[in-house]
């Protein structure tokens, strides 16, 4: 019976130490960045990396408070994420409250961390 509880107990250690190991790897800029370069994300056509592969241009986007785009103002990052998913992508806008809008949030956002040659650009 000792033997089949220190097993459970083994099993279930490895277990939660397998799950953190995946969690970790798996934050919300990074699914921010998969949504950022997945074609079909909101039902589009093309990914957001077709015209900022891989961030480009939208270093220090993040940070920001007003925007201006495709001839019209918007006041919000949300807003702007989904002027590009509907007009650019050809997609389906997003609600600015669900976690892929904020996982791409903190994508965007990461992008103005980033630093040395290429970074966000």
């Known amino acids: 019976m000792t033997k089949r509880i220190f097993l459970i107990f083994a ?3 490895f277990v939660f130490s397998f799950t953190l190991a995946f969690a970790k790897h798996h934050t919300p800029e990074e699914r921010g960045k998969a949504h950022f370069e997945n074609a079909a994300f909101a039902g589009g056509k093309k990914s957001c990396s077709t015209c900022h592969p891989n961030g480009r241009g939208l270093a220090g986007t993040g940070a920001k408070t007003a925007f201006s785009i495709m001839g ?3 006041d919000s990052l949300e807003s702007v994420i989904n002027v590009c998913i509907v007009n650019a992508n050809k ?7 669900s976690v892929e809008m904020q996982e ?4 965007i956002k990461s992008l103005g961390a980033q630093t040395g040659p290429g970074a966000g650009k």
């Open 104 to 107: 791409l949030v903190s994508y």
């Open 72 to 74: 019209g103002e918007q």
């Open 91 to 97: 997609g389906n806008a997003i609600d600015g409250n």
């Open 11 to 13: 099993l279930l250690v």
